[in-house]
């Protein structure tokens, strides 16, 4: 079944100065390795369960990258994919294929961390007829493995525990909703407001996640992302122990006060913007 989102990647054009970036933001990313195939490499910023994921392509390996990341990076790159848990792939593939879905057998993935022992994964991409921007992975190492491998795992000096939800920008949101749904395996959820992304939103809650489909009703983060780059990821929410000594993290790296609002929750939340962010939105919630 499916049990959470397992990341979020954001494909950056110069992976050394979004790293930079993102510790600046008060996530402890570190060197992740380069993977088997594509040519690229990524930083991870390990969490409890899940992690963020920076990805860039390998110096001089920019002709073994696919045509699609070559042109999401000339655009300035942001948040692309969002990698989707399961604890059985292959099942799950069948249970999409038997529900119409266009996606590929699981395939297996590997990479190296620095000094560190090789990662393993089987993963699954959706089709031509489904083509929406997540993916699914089923991880062969284990997750105590995987945070061995991950100094600093959970320990950043932003405070964030974990993902919350991650979002998706769309143009009609009761339209989107219902591939998610099918893709997914869930019910459509009901639309509510979002009020800190100004848009109308369906989220599909995913074990302690939750993945929202994301269409604007007024200025804001998601017509905002609408316009730049089109439909598809802009923002991930993590929750931390404390937003303002998140706030502080930041403020002490010299980043602008990230833009705060008040959730349909009643929770407070704060967003920081593309300019600083690796063209994505990062948003954080939690106590003060």
């Known amino acids: 079944m499916l049990t959470r989102i397992d990341h979020v990647m954001i494909c950056v054009p110069d992976l050394a100065r979004a790293v930079e970036a993102y510790r600046r933001m008060g996530f402890d990313a570190r060197p992740g390795g380069a993977h088997a195939s594509g040519g690229t490499e990524n930083a991870v910023a390990f969490l409890q369960d899940d992690y963020l994921e920076l990805l860039g392509v390998r110096e001089g390996r920019a002709h073994e990258a696919s045509a699609g990341l070559v042109r999401f990076l000339a655009r300035g790159g942001g948040l692309r994919y969002i990698a989707v848990q399961s604890d059985d792939l292959a099942a799950d593939v069948a249970a999409m294929r038997a529900r119409g879905v266009d996606v590929s057998d699981p395939a297996e ?17 959706l089709g031509a007829r489904n083509a929406l921007p997540i993916f699914f992975v089923q991880h062969l190492t284990s997750l105590a493995e995987r945070r061995e491998q991950a100094p600093g795992a959970g320990g950043h000096p932003n405070g964030a525990l974990g993902l919350e939800r991650a979002y998706v920008v769309v143009t009609d949101v009761a339209k989107e909703a219902a591939m998610y749904a099918r893709v997914l395996g869930m019910p459509v959820p009901p639309v509510v407001r979002g009020n800190v992304i100004k848009a109308d939103m369906a989220v599909f809650e995913i074990g302690s996640t939750g993945l929202g489909v994301a269409q604007p009703v007024e200025p804001g983060p998601a017509a905002d992302a609408l316009a730049r780059r089109g439909a598809g990821p802009f923002q991930a929410l993590y929750r931390t122990r404390s937003m303002d000594a998140a706030a502080r993290v930041m403020a002490g790296h010299g980043l602008p006060p990230p833009v705060r609002g008040v959730r349909n929750t009643g929770e407070q939340a704060m967003l920081v913007g593309p300019a600083d962010a690796g063209g994505a939105y990062i948003g954080f919630v939690g106590p003060a």
């Open 109 to 125: 993935g590997n990479r190296h961390p620095p000094g560190g022992r090789q990662l393993r994964w089987l993963a699954a991409t």
